[in-house]
Nanobody
Framework: QVQLVESGGGWVQAGGSLRLSCAASGSIFRLDVMGWYRQCPGKQRELVATITSGGNTNYADFVKGRFAISRDNAKNTVYLQMNSLKPEDTAVYYC?????????WGQGTQVTVSS
């Protein structure tokens, strides 16, 4: 089992920045893919960004150029630097890890962007 603990959410004005962190712990053999998803009010959960163990990244179109995902393999932690935030980025952000074919989710952290 892998446990994920997210931090860094909060309230910010439009144009501001936040940095999310997600630390993995537990029975970690390897963390193949780490990523972030979000669920905006009234919408389904959607992919934001992912990063492989080799550092390959993938972003949703709506965050390209504004968000950056990174990971520290020594700390089993993934980060999401969010810049130029917009009110439509308001959502619960979830950390996601794929480890040896299993999928794990964090509890979510609220990000609220005011106009």
């Amino acid at each position: 089992q892998v446990q994920l603990v997210e931090s860094g959410g909060g309230w910010v004005q439009a144009g501001g920045s936040l940095r999310l962190s997600c630390a993995a712990s537990g029975s970690i053999f390897r963390l193949d893919v780490m990523g972030w998803y979000r669920q905006c009010p009234g919408k389904q959960r959607e992919l934001v960004a992912t990063i492989t163990s080799g550092g390959n990244t993938n972003y949703a179109d709506f965050v390209k150029g504004r968000f950056a995902i990174s990971r520290d393999n020594a700390k089993n932690t993934v980060y999401l630097q969010m810049n130029s935030l917009k009110p439509e980025d308001t959502a619960v952000y979830y950390c996601n890890v794929i480890s040896v074919g299993y999928i794990y989710w964090g509890q979510g952290t609220q990000v609220t962007v005011s106009s």
